[in-house]
């Protein structure tokens, strides 16, 4: 079967910096996204890999290791508008979208 | 970026009654378009996969019946929730694929049914 895993909940503190683990087994990749939602409001687009290495994008990097199955993102500076859950989703081989259950991202003054 | 608006935004209706929530790519076009519903405090659950003049694709477990998908256009789908009942409130979420892999989500619909 397809499984993405990613924590369910984590704690940081406004101004550090925290980095959220997604790692996944599915049939063929096509690349991976990492979505911001706050609650109540749909998915916001975030970061997309489809190559090995980090791609940073000012606050925010997304870092992919295909062999791996893993990636990461970045969060530095954190903000308290930053609290949101963070969903990581990876393409299979028939262009599908699976989904993590997301990674709730609790920032405390 | 790219846009994709969905309207209405948040609907109440009554049991019984039928509700269409429309989802529209406003500066592309899309030849496939995705729906999902969220409960509270869960995932987004993947409803059925539409594409462009064919019929739309249910994930297992979705009522094809229920939920009406016409994807008439390549920049609007629409879902249509049938004889709606309460356990059928949730949020509703459209997102439209540009070329193979790029997807963009609507803002949502919140669908109340009393």
């Known amino acids: 079967g397809q499984n993405i895993d990613q924590p369910t909940e984590m704690t940081a503190t406004e101004g550090a910096i925290v980095q959220i683990n997604c790692t996944y087994q599915?049939?063929?990749?096509?690349?991976l996204f990492w979505y911001q939602q706050h609650a109540g409001e749909a998915p916001t687009f975030l970061s997309y890999?489809?190559l090995d290495g980090l791609e940073e994008k000012g606050r925010f990097s997304s870092f992919l290791s295909r062999s791996k199955g893993y990636s990461y993102l970045l969060l530095k500076e954190l903000q308290m508008k930053d609290s949101a859950s963070y969903l990581c989703?990876?393409?299979?081989?028939?262009?599908?979208?699976?989904w993590g259950a997301g990674t709730k991202l609790i920032i405390k003054p | 970026g790219a846009v994709v608006s969905q309207h209405p935004s948040w609907v109440i209706c009554k049991s019984g009654t039928s509700v269409k929530i429309e989802c529209r790519s406003l500066d592309f076009q899309a030849t496939t378009m995705f729906w999902y519903r969220q409960f509270p405090k869960q995932s987004l659950m993947l409803m059925a996969t539409?594409?462009?003049?064919?019929?739309?694709?249910?994930e297992q477990g979705v009522e094809k019946d229920k939920f009406l998908i016409n994807h008439a256009s390549l920049t609007l789908s629409t879902l249509t929730v049938t004889s709606a009942h309460p356990e059928d409130s949730s949020f509703y979420i459209c997102?439209?694929?540009?070329?193979?892999?790029?997807?963009?989500f609507g803002p949502g619909t919140r669908l109340t049914v009393t």
């Open positions: 539409s594409n462009e003049g064919s019929k739309a694709t249910y």
């Open positions: 997102s439209a694929r540009r070329g193979d892999h790029e997807q963009y």
């Open positions: 599915t049939s063929g990749f096509n690349g």
């Open positions: 890999n489809v």
């Open positions: 989703a990876v393409i299979d081989s028939n262009y599908q979208l699976i």
